[in-house]
């Protein structure tokens, strides 16, 4: 593959736009795993996607949703080593980190030592990333929730993963302990919203 083609499937488009936030999220992901690694990723992009993620991105910005898709695309052509489903999770986890974390533009929403207060802010963390789609918290006791998106947007099964990570890796941040989230429905395989069923101690 020549450095100015994608590793993405060419033409793919999800509507939609994203905060720069995730994009520097991803950014920042990919600069830990070494400027080696993270090079060969940008250079496997289009020309244009170059241009874009080489220039200023700014964290209150809007980015097409497409150029995410097409850069975590690519990212787990080159970096998977046969395990797309732990790097999806690990840039979930990543992004939680990075914009949760003491440092983070999201840090004001963490509410340490009560992880279903945080889940209950996740629509409006949502709605303030996303420009199509929204997502639902419903509470099932104390230390369970579901978290739910819904929209009629193109979906990619693989954003689902990184969903389960940000979940834990936020809620393990708010003080939750043997967090575990499971995706119980999916808009991938037909279903009418993709669900995750969060439960920690």
Same mark, same amino acid.
């Given at each position: ?9 060419? $033409? ?14 991803? !950014? ?8 080696e690694?993270?090079?060969r ?16 991105? !700014?964290?209150?910005?809007w980015?097409?949703a ?6 975590e695309?690519t ?9 797309r489903?732990?790097l ?8 939680a ?5 003491p ?14 207060r945080? !889940?209950?802010?996740?629509?409006r ?6 420009s ?14 579901l ?5 009629d ?19 393990e941040?708010? $003080? ?17 919203c ?8």
């Open positions: 593959m020549s450095d100015s083609s994608s590793a993405s499937t060419p $033409g793919t488009r999800i509507a939609g736009k994203v905060k720069g936030t995730l994009l520097l999220a991803r !950014l920042k992901y990919l600069e830990a795993q070494g400027p690694k993270s090079g990723v940008v250079r496997h992009l289009s020309k244009a996607d170059q241009e874009s993620l080489r220039g200023i991105v !700014l964290q209150s910005g980015y097409p497409d150029l995410l898709l097409r850069l695309m990212a787990a052509a080159i970096l998977a080593s046969g395990d489903t732990r999806f999770l690990d840039m979930g986890r990543f992004s980190a990075t914009n949760l974390g440092t983070g533009v999201q840090r004001a929403f963490v509410r340490e030592g009560d992880p279903q945080f !889940l209950a802010d996740v629509p963390m949502y709605a303030s990333q996303h199509s789609g929204h997502r639902a918290h419903e509470p099932k006791g104390e230390r369970a929730a978290v739910r998106t819904l929209g947007e193109e979906l990619a099964a693989e954003d689902c993963l990184t969903t389960i990570g940000w979940l834990q890796h936020a809620i941040i708010c $003080g939750g302990k043997s967090v575990s989230v499971v995706e119980t429905r999916c808009r991938a395989r037909k279903a009418d993709c669900e995750f069923r969060c439960e920690w101690l």
